[in-house]
Protein backbone atom coordinates (compact mmCIF):
# COMPACT_ATOMS: atom_id res chain seq x y z
CA UNK A 1 0.00 0.00 0.00
CA UNK A 2 1.59 3.42 -1.30
CA UNK A 3 2.07 6.41 1.60
CA UNK A 4 -0.66 8.17 -0.35
CA UNK A 5 -3.29 5.12 0.39
CA UNK A 6 -2.41 5.27 3.65
CA UNK A 7 -2.68 9.11 4.15
CA UNK A 8 -6.13 8.99 2.66
CA UNK A 9 -7.42 5.75 4.83
CA UNK A 10 -6.09 7.72 7.99
CA UNK A 11 -8.33 11.15 6.75
CA UNK A 12 -11.22 8.89 6.12
CA UNK A 13 -11.30 7.41 9.41
CA UNK A 14 -12.14 10.90 10.83
CA UNK A 15 -15.18 11.23 13.28
CA UNK A 16 -16.09 14.27 14.86
CA UNK A 17 -16.00 15.37 18.77
CA UNK A 18 -19.35 16.16 20.77
CA UNK A 19 -21.37 19.48 20.72
CA UNK A 20 -20.11 19.98 24.18
CA UNK A 21 -16.59 20.58 23.03
CA UNK A 22 -17.82 23.92 22.52
CA UNK A 23 -16.08 24.59 25.53
CA UNK A 24 -13.07 23.97 23.57
CA UNK A 25 -12.64 27.65 22.93
CA UNK A 26 -10.38 29.93 25.09
CA UNK A 27 -8.63 27.31 26.87
CA UNK A 28 -5.32 25.93 26.94
CA UNK A 29 -4.57 22.15 26.10
CA UNK A 30 -1.64 19.65 27.74
CA UNK A 31 -1.52 16.72 25.44
CA UNK A 32 1.20 13.91 26.03
CA UNK A 33 0.85 11.04 23.46
CA UNK A 34 2.61 7.66 22.73
CA UNK A 35 2.48 5.83 19.46
CA UNK A 36 4.05 3.87 16.25
CA UNK A 37 6.68 4.96 13.08
CA UNK A 38 6.83 3.76 9.87
CA UNK A 39 9.81 5.23 7.92
CA UNK A 40 9.81 5.34 4.27
CA UNK A 41 13.25 5.29 3.10
CA UNK A 42 15.67 3.53 0.44
CA UNK A 43 15.49 0.02 2.71
CA UNK A 44 12.90 -2.17 1.26
CA UNK A 45 11.22 -2.75 4.67
CA UNK A 46 9.86 -0.45 7.43
CA UNK A 47 10.07 -1.94 10.75
CA UNK A 48 7.30 -0.11 13.37
CA UNK A 49 9.34 1.75 16.07
CA UNK A 50 8.38 3.71 18.86
CA UNK A 51 7.28 7.42 18.37
CA UNK A 52 6.55 9.89 21.60
CA UNK A 53 5.59 13.67 21.94
CA UNK A 54 3.99 16.47 24.28
CA UNK A 55 2.02 19.36 22.92
CA UNK A 56 0.97 22.52 24.36
CA UNK A 57 -2.40 24.06 22.51
CA UNK A 58 -4.53 27.17 22.64
CA UNK A 59 -7.41 27.48 21.11
CA UNK A 60 -9.12 30.58 20.31
CA UNK A 61 -12.80 31.88 21.37
CA UNK A 62 -15.33 31.86 18.19
CA UNK A 63 -18.73 31.92 18.29
CA UNK A 64 -19.62 29.37 15.52
CA UNK A 65 -19.01 25.66 15.28
CA UNK A 66 -15.60 26.03 14.07
CA UNK A 67 -12.69 25.58 16.25
CA UNK A 68 -9.29 27.24 15.35
CA UNK A 69 -5.97 26.92 17.69
CA UNK A 70 -2.36 27.29 18.10
CA UNK A 71 0.27 24.40 19.22
CA UNK A 72 3.70 23.98 20.46
CA UNK A 73 5.00 20.73 19.93
CA UNK A 74 8.16 18.52 21.19
CA UNK A 75 8.91 14.67 19.58
CA UNK A 76 11.20 12.12 19.60
CA UNK A 77 11.20 8.81 18.43
CA UNK A 78 13.16 6.11 16.70
CA UNK A 79 13.32 5.33 12.75
CA UNK A 80 13.98 1.61 11.73
CA UNK A 81 15.01 0.22 8.30
CA UNK A 82 15.52 -3.20 7.07
CA UNK A 83 17.25 -4.58 3.51
CA UNK A 84 19.54 -7.33 3.49
CA UNK A 85 20.83 -5.98 -0.10
CA UNK A 86 22.34 -3.12 1.90
CA UNK A 87 25.38 -2.87 4.42
CA UNK A 88 24.46 -2.72 7.23
CA UNK A 89 21.12 -4.92 6.72
CA UNK A 90 19.80 -2.40 9.00
CA UNK A 91 19.26 1.26 10.00
CA UNK A 92 18.46 2.70 13.26
CA UNK A 93 17.98 6.35 13.33
CA UNK A 94 17.00 8.52 17.18
CA UNK A 95 15.29 11.79 15.98
CA UNK A 96 13.89 14.77 18.57
CA UNK A 97 12.14 17.98 17.18
CA UNK A 98 10.15 20.84 17.94
CA UNK A 99 7.66 22.83 16.10
CA UNK A 100 4.54 24.59 15.44
CA UNK A 101 1.31 25.25 13.34
CA UNK A 102 -2.26 25.86 13.10
CA UNK A 103 -4.73 23.56 14.41
CA UNK A 104 -8.65 23.23 13.26
CA UNK A 105 -11.90 21.54 13.71
CA UNK A 106 -15.60 21.14 13.63
CA UNK A 107 -18.21 20.69 16.38
CA UNK A 108 -20.53 18.36 14.76
CA UNK A 109 -22.55 16.05 17.09
CA UNK A 110 -22.47 15.20 20.80
CA UNK A 111 -19.32 12.21 20.79
CA UNK A 112 -16.33 13.07 19.09
CA UNK A 113 -14.79 16.24 17.01
CA UNK A 114 -12.76 16.38 14.61
CA UNK A 115 -9.31 18.21 14.08
CA UNK A 116 -6.44 19.03 11.94
CA UNK A 117 -3.13 20.21 12.13
CA UNK A 118 -0.94 21.47 9.88
CA UNK A 119 2.64 22.65 10.37
CA UNK A 120 6.50 22.68 10.75
CA UNK A 121 9.50 21.34 13.02
CA UNK A 122 12.70 21.20 13.29
CA UNK A 123 14.02 17.75 12.83
CA UNK A 124 17.32 16.38 14.21
CA UNK A 125 18.46 12.75 13.86
CA UNK A 126 20.98 9.97 14.10
CA UNK A 127 21.21 7.53 11.97
CA UNK A 128 23.44 4.36 13.49
CA UNK A 129 23.25 0.44 13.25
CA UNK A 130 21.18 -2.14 15.11
CA UNK A 131 24.62 -1.99 18.17
CA UNK A 132 24.22 1.95 18.20
CA UNK A 133 27.46 2.81 15.43
CA UNK A 134 26.98 6.14 13.63
CA UNK A 135 27.00 4.86 10.40
CA UNK A 136 29.29 5.71 8.11
CA UNK A 137 28.02 9.15 5.84
CA UNK A 138 26.92 10.44 9.61
CA UNK A 139 30.64 10.11 11.21
CA UNK A 140 32.29 11.58 8.25
CA UNK A 141 29.59 14.73 8.51
CA UNK A 142 28.40 14.16 5.02
CA UNK A 143 25.19 15.78 5.48
CA UNK A 144 23.59 17.95 8.25
CA UNK A 145 21.63 16.45 10.31
CA UNK A 146 19.31 18.80 11.04
CA UNK A 147 16.68 19.65 8.55
CA UNK A 148 12.71 21.72 8.65
CA UNK A 149 10.16 18.60 8.23
CA UNK A 150 6.61 19.41 7.03
CA UNK A 151 3.62 17.81 9.58
CA UNK A 152 0.38 17.51 8.24
CA UNK A 153 -2.16 15.66 10.56
CA UNK A 154 -5.69 14.04 11.41
CA UNK A 155 -7.81 12.79 14.75
CA UNK A 156 -10.28 13.12 16.42
CA UNK A 157 -10.81 13.51 20.24
CA UNK A 158 -13.26 11.91 22.48
CA UNK A 159 -14.44 13.45 25.91
CA UNK A 160 -13.42 10.96 28.67
CA UNK A 161 -14.45 13.44 31.36
CA UNK A 162 -15.44 17.70 31.98
CA UNK A 163 -11.41 18.35 30.97
CA UNK A 164 -10.26 15.19 29.43
CA UNK A 165 -10.05 14.04 26.53
CA UNK A 166 -8.94 10.22 24.64
CA UNK A 167 -7.10 11.72 21.28
CA UNK A 168 -5.97 9.31 18.35
CA UNK A 169 -4.31 10.47 15.22
CA UNK A 170 -2.34 10.28 12.11
CA UNK A 171 0.90 12.50 11.23
CA UNK A 172 2.10 12.43 7.52
CA UNK A 173 5.82 13.54 8.18
CA UNK A 174 7.85 14.87 5.02
CA UNK A 175 11.59 15.62 5.28
CA UNK A 176 13.20 17.46 2.33
CA UNK A 177 16.19 15.56 2.70
CA UNK A 178 17.27 11.77 1.96
CA UNK A 179 19.21 10.74 4.30
CA UNK A 180 17.26 9.16 7.75
CA UNK A 181 18.72 6.18 6.35
CA UNK A 182 22.33 8.04 5.51
CA UNK A 183 22.46 7.04 2.37
CA UNK A 184 21.33 9.29 -0.83
CA UNK A 185 20.21 6.90 -3.59
CA UNK A 186 16.82 7.39 -5.88
CA UNK A 187 14.69 10.19 -6.89
CA UNK A 188 12.41 10.05 -3.84
CA UNK A 189 13.11 12.00 -0.46
CA UNK A 190 12.26 9.92 3.16
CA UNK A 191 9.13 10.28 5.35
CA UNK A 192 7.22 8.68 7.72
CA UNK A 193 4.09 8.48 9.21
CA UNK A 194 3.19 8.07 13.16
CA UNK A 195 0.08 6.79 14.57
CA UNK A 196 -0.30 8.18 18.18
CA UNK A 197 -2.81 7.78 21.26
CA UNK A 198 -2.82 9.81 24.26
CA UNK A 199 -4.68 12.14 26.89
CA UNK A 200 -5.35 15.97 26.42
CA UNK A 201 -6.36 17.98 29.54
CA UNK A 202 -7.69 21.54 28.80
CA UNK A 203 -7.29 24.35 31.83
CA UNK A 204 -8.86 27.71 31.86
CA UNK A 205 -12.34 26.84 30.28
CA UNK A 206 -14.81 29.09 30.17
CA UNK A 207 -18.08 29.36 31.97
CA UNK A 208 -20.61 27.84 30.99
CA UNK A 209 -23.71 27.44 33.33
CA UNK A 210 -26.31 25.31 31.49
CA UNK A 211 -23.73 23.38 30.24
CA UNK A 212 -24.86 23.54 25.96
CA UNK A 213 -21.30 24.23 25.09
CA UNK A 214 -22.13 28.05 24.48
CA UNK A 215 -19.75 30.51 26.38
CA UNK A 216 -22.46 32.53 28.35
CA UNK A 217 -21.81 35.80 27.34
CA UNK A 218 -22.63 34.37 24.01
CA UNK A 219 -25.44 32.31 25.11
CA UNK A 220 -28.86 33.38 23.41
CA UNK A 221 -31.27 31.18 25.84
CA UNK A 222 -29.74 30.57 29.35
CA UNK A 223 -30.86 28.03 31.16
CA UNK A 224 -31.45 25.51 28.80
CA UNK A 225 -31.99 21.85 29.77
CA UNK A 226 -29.49 19.13 29.99
CA UNK A 227 -28.69 16.95 27.28
CA UNK A 228 -30.82 19.29 24.48
CA UNK A 229 -29.01 20.40 21.41
CA UNK A 230 -28.52 23.53 21.01
CA UNK A 231 -27.66 26.07 17.69
CA UNK A 232 -24.59 28.06 17.70
CA UNK A 233 -26.53 31.18 19.55
CA UNK A 234 -26.94 28.40 22.26
CA UNK A 235 -31.17 28.09 22.04
CA UNK A 236 -32.51 25.15 21.54
CA UNK A 237 -32.64 23.47 18.05
CA UNK A 238 -35.85 24.18 15.76
CA UNK A 239 -35.64 22.11 12.78
CA UNK A 240 -38.93 23.25 11.36
CA UNK A 241 -38.49 26.81 12.50
CA UNK A 242 -42.18 26.70 14.10
CA UNK A 243 -41.39 28.36 16.88
CA UNK A 244 -41.17 25.57 19.30
CA UNK A 245 -37.91 23.49 20.17
CA UNK A 246 -37.43 20.26 18.89
CA UNK A 247 -37.64 18.43 22.12
CA UNK A 248 -40.81 19.87 23.36
CA UNK A 249 -42.20 19.41 19.66
CA UNK A 250 -44.88 16.71 19.24
CA UNK A 251 -45.40 17.32 15.10
CA UNK A 252 -41.94 17.89 14.35
CA UNK A 253 -41.47 18.78 10.37
CA UNK A 254 -44.57 21.67 10.40
CA UNK A 255 -44.98 23.64 7.08
CA UNK A 256 -43.42 26.77 7.07
CA UNK A 257 -45.75 29.79 8.25
CA UNK A 258 -48.29 27.51 9.73
CA UNK A 259 -49.83 28.67 13.34
CA UNK A 260 -49.01 25.61 15.55
CA UNK A 261 -49.72 25.09 19.44
CA UNK A 262 -47.57 25.04 22.38
CA UNK A 263 -47.25 21.80 21.44
CA UNK A 264 -45.66 22.43 17.90
CA UNK A 265 -48.56 20.98 16.79
CA UNK A 266 -50.94 22.85 13.45
CA UNK A 267 -53.90 24.06 15.14
CA UNK A 268 -57.32 22.35 14.49
CA UNK A 269 -59.77 24.83 15.76
CA UNK A 270 -62.88 22.48 15.90
CA UNK A 271 -60.89 19.60 17.03
CA UNK A 272 -62.36 17.51 13.66
CA UNK A 273 -58.74 15.85 13.23
CA UNK A 274 -57.88 17.77 10.21
CA UNK A 275 -55.41 20.97 10.71
CA UNK A 276 -56.68 24.60 10.00
CA UNK A 277 -54.25 25.08 6.93
CA UNK A 278 -56.04 21.71 5.30
CA UNK A 279 -59.46 22.13 6.64
CA UNK A 280 -62.03 23.29 4.28
CA UNK A 281 -64.96 22.82 6.65
CA UNK A 282 -63.98 25.15 9.55
CA UNK A 283 -66.26 25.02 12.59
CA UNK A 284 -67.73 22.09 11.88
CA UNK A 285 -69.54 20.76 15.00
CA UNK A 286 -67.32 17.88 17.70
CA UNK A 287 -67.81 14.49 17.60
CA UNK A 288 -68.76 14.73 13.55
CA UNK A 289 -67.30 12.96 11.55
CA UNK A 290 -65.52 14.14 8.73
CA UNK A 291 -63.06 13.13 5.51
CA UNK A 292 -60.30 13.92 4.29
CA UNK A 293 -61.03 17.50 3.56
CA UNK A 294 -62.52 18.19 7.36
CA UNK A 295 -66.06 18.37 5.82
CA UNK A 296 -69.08 16.60 6.94
CA UNK A 297 -69.50 13.10 5.36
CA UNK A 298 -72.46 13.11 2.93
CA UNK A 299 -73.09 9.65 2.41
CA UNK A 300 -75.88 9.86 -0.07
CA UNK A 301 -74.57 12.54 -1.79
CA UNK A 302 -77.45 14.77 -1.69
CA UNK A 303 -75.98 17.87 -0.29
CA UNK A 304 -77.11 17.30 3.35
CA UNK A 305 -74.15 16.34 5.75
CA UNK A 306 -75.27 12.99 7.37
CA UNK A 307 -75.68 14.53 11.07
CA UNK A 308 -78.22 16.67 9.81
CA UNK A 309 -79.95 13.87 7.17
CA UNK A 310 -83.11 12.64 8.41
CA UNK A 311 -82.96 10.49 5.05
CA UNK A 312 -79.50 9.23 4.56
CA UNK A 313 -80.21 6.93 2.05
CA UNK A 314 -81.73 8.80 -0.73
CA UNK A 315 -81.09 8.17 -4.54
CA UNK A 316 -78.52 9.82 -6.21
CA UNK A 317 -79.73 12.77 -8.10
CA UNK A 318 -83.24 12.72 -6.15
CA UNK A 319 -84.26 16.16 -5.06
CA UNK A 320 -84.30 16.77 -1.07
CA UNK A 321 -85.67 19.39 1.44
CA UNK A 322 -82.95 20.81 4.06
CA UNK A 323 -83.35 17.95 5.78
CA UNK A 324 -82.08 15.62 3.40
CA UNK A 325 -85.88 13.99 2.37
CA UNK A 326 -87.04 13.63 -1.01
CA UNK A 327 -89.38 16.57 -1.60
CA UNK A 328 -93.15 16.50 -2.74
CA UNK A 329 -93.71 17.36 -6.42
CA UNK A 330 -94.75 20.74 -5.91
CA UNK A 331 -94.73 23.79 -7.73
CA UNK A 332 -92.80 27.15 -5.91
CA UNK A 333 -94.86 29.45 -4.97
CA UNK A 334 -94.42 33.38 -5.59
CA UNK A 335 -95.47 35.49 -2.62
CA UNK A 336 -95.08 38.69 -4.36
CA UNK A 337 -94.74 39.64 -7.42
CA UNK A 338 -91.52 41.73 -8.45
CA UNK A 339 -89.08 43.35 -10.23
CA UNK A 340 -86.83 40.62 -11.99
CA UNK A 341 -82.39 41.08 -11.89
CA UNK A 342 -82.21 41.23 -15.91
CA UNK A 343 -81.54 37.75 -17.08
CA UNK A 344 -79.12 36.20 -20.17
CA UNK A 345 -82.07 35.37 -22.71
CA UNK A 346 -82.28 31.84 -23.15
CA UNK A 347 -83.24 32.07 -26.61
CA UNK A 348 -80.27 34.58 -27.55
CA UNK A 349 -77.70 31.77 -28.70
CA UNK A 350 -74.84 34.24 -29.02
CA UNK A 351 -75.38 35.44 -25.48
CA UNK A 352 -76.39 32.39 -23.93
CA UNK A 353 -72.98 30.08 -22.87
CA UNK A 354 -74.34 28.01 -20.32
CA UNK A 355 -72.75 24.30 -20.21
CA UNK A 356 -75.32 22.10 -19.03
CA UNK A 357 -72.13 19.66 -18.81
CA UNK A 358 -70.08 21.10 -16.09
CA UNK A 359 -73.47 22.00 -14.34
CA UNK A 360 -73.80 21.59 -10.54
CA UNK A 361 -75.56 22.85 -7.47
CA UNK A 362 -73.81 25.58 -5.78
CA UNK A 363 -76.54 26.41 -2.83
CA UNK A 364 -80.05 25.67 -2.61
CA UNK A 365 -81.76 25.59 -6.10
CA UNK A 366 -78.88 27.71 -7.45
CA UNK A 367 -76.96 25.89 -10.48
CA UNK A 368 -74.00 26.99 -12.08
CA UNK A 369 -71.90 26.07 -14.71
CA UNK A 370 -69.14 28.18 -13.40
CA UNK A 371 -69.41 31.20 -15.06
CA UNK A 372 -73.22 32.02 -15.05
CA UNK A 373 -76.04 30.99 -12.71
CA UNK A 374 -79.71 30.08 -12.07
CA UNK A 375 -82.88 29.10 -10.30
CA UNK A 376 -84.51 26.08 -10.20
CA UNK A 377 -88.54 26.43 -9.05
CA UNK A 378 -89.97 23.39 -9.73
CA UNK A 379 -89.34 19.67 -11.04
CA UNK A 380 -92.30 17.67 -13.21
CA UNK A 381 -92.49 14.20 -14.56
CA UNK A 382 -95.05 15.93 -17.18
CA UNK A 383 -93.61 18.62 -20.18
CA UNK A 384 -97.62 19.68 -19.70
CA UNK A 385 -97.41 20.92 -16.33
CA UNK A 386 -93.93 22.24 -16.39
CA UNK A 387 -95.20 24.40 -19.68
CA UNK A 388 -98.26 25.21 -17.43
CA UNK A 389 -95.63 26.45 -14.44
CA UNK A 390 -93.46 28.39 -16.84
CA UNK A 391 -96.21 30.36 -18.43
CA UNK A 392 -97.70 31.04 -15.41
CA UNK A 393 -94.30 32.93 -13.93
CA UNK A 394 -93.37 34.24 -17.97
CA UNK A 395 -96.37 36.39 -16.96
CA UNK A 396 -95.72 37.30 -14.10
CA UNK A 397 -92.35 38.74 -15.40
CA UNK A 398 -90.15 36.35 -14.61
CA UNK A 399 -87.45 34.70 -17.18
CA UNK A 400 -88.72 31.29 -16.88
CA UNK A 401 -87.26 28.48 -19.04
CA UNK A 402 -87.56 24.60 -18.70
CA UNK A 403 -84.47 21.99 -18.70
CA UNK A 404 -84.84 18.68 -19.91
CA UNK A 405 -83.03 16.13 -17.74
CA UNK A 406 -82.66 12.46 -16.68
CA UNK A 407 -82.97 11.45 -12.90
CA UNK A 408 -82.66 7.41 -12.25
CA UNK A 409 -83.41 6.80 -15.40
CA UNK A 410 -86.41 8.61 -15.65
CA UNK A 411 -87.06 11.84 -17.26
CA UNK A 412 -87.85 15.25 -15.70
CA UNK A 413 -88.92 18.95 -16.68
CA UNK A 414 -87.43 21.03 -14.21
CA UNK A 415 -88.68 24.78 -14.71
CA UNK A 416 -85.72 27.36 -14.11
CA UNK A 417 -85.67 31.49 -13.95
CA UNK A 418 -82.02 32.78 -15.64
CA UNK A 419 -79.51 33.43 -16.57
CA UNK A 420 -77.35 35.46 -13.97
CA UNK A 421 -73.89 36.66 -14.57
CA UNK A 422 -73.57 36.80 -11.22
CA UNK A 423 -74.17 34.45 -8.36
CA UNK A 424 -74.86 37.38 -5.71
CA UNK A 425 -77.71 38.28 -8.88
CA UNK A 426 -79.18 34.76 -8.13
CA UNK A 427 -78.93 35.36 -4.10
CA UNK A 428 -80.93 38.13 -3.93
CA UNK A 429 -83.59 37.06 -6.85
CA UNK A 430 -84.29 33.65 -4.53
CA UNK A 431 -84.67 35.91 -1.70
CA UNK A 432 -87.55 37.57 -3.04
CA UNK A 433 -89.85 34.32 -3.43
CA UNK A 434 -90.29 31.59 -1.40
CA UNK A 435 -89.97 27.74 -2.12
Not at 23 to 36: N, R, T
Not at 160 to 179: E, H, K, M, Q, T
Not at 290 to 299: H, K, M, Q, T
Not at 325 to 345: A, G, L, N, S
Amino acid sequence: MSIKHIFFLMILNIAVILSQTNKVSDVFIISPEAGVNLVYTDYSENIPSFSSRLMLEYSFKRKSDMIYGLRLLYTGGLLVGKDNSKQPAEFRTRYFSGGGGILFGYVFNESVIPYGYAGGSYLFFNPADKNGTKLENNRNEVYKKGEMNILLEAGIRIRVSGSLLLNLNGVYNFNPNDRLDDIHTGSRNDKFISVHAGFSYMFGSIEDKDGDGIEDKWDRCPGTPNSIKTDSNGCPEDEDNDGVPDYLDECSGSPAQIEVSSKGCPLDTDEDGIADYLDRCAGTPKNVEVDIFGCPEDADEDGICDYLDNCPDTKKGEAVDSSGCPVEEKPMEVTQEIIPVEPIKISDPEIHTYDYEKEFEMQGNIFSDGKEYCIQLSSWRTKAKAEKEKEKYLKQGHNTFIKETFIQGSKRYRVRIGFFSKISDAQEYLRKIKL
